[in-house]
């Protein structure tokens, strides 16, 4: 299934919301902080990458790639980058 950019950000910024430990928390003026503003802690970072593998059908994220995603931004850019190489993104 192809997807646009605007429908795979929302996506997952509803994703991030929905998860979030503390999701009242999340930013309006700057992307999230998925541990600082958000709560994530490891076990909610894990269902995280699950969920969005799930949705977006990909490849489990490996360690060292996790590791560099630390904002709501992060996560998007990795899953286009990912929809990209796949040829699943349009427009």
């Known amino acids: ?7 795979v950000r929302d996506s997952i ?3 991030v919301r929905q998860l979030a430990p503390d999701a009242d928390e999340m930013p309006t003026d700057r992307p999230a902080h998925l541990v600082n503003d958000l709560g994530y802690h ?3 970072l894990l269902e995280l990458a699950f969920a969005i593998e ?4 990909l ?3 490996d360690e060292e790639t ?4 630390v904002t709501s ?3 998007v850019a990795y899953v286009l ?3 990209r190489e796949q040829k699943l993104l349009v427009g």
């Not at 299934?1 to 429908?7: C, D, Q, Y």
């Not at 799930?54 to 059908?57: A, E, L, M």
């Open 13 to 15: 910024l509803s994703l």
């Open 59 to 61: 490849p489990p994220i």
């Open 66 to 69: 996790g590791r560099g995603i």
């Open 81 to 83: 980058t990912q929809l």
């Open 1 to 7: 299934m192809a997807h646009t950019e605007s429908s």
């Open 42 to 44: 490891s076990l909610a």
């Open 54 to 57: 799930d949705d977006f059908d």
């Open 73 to 75: 931004d992060d996560v």
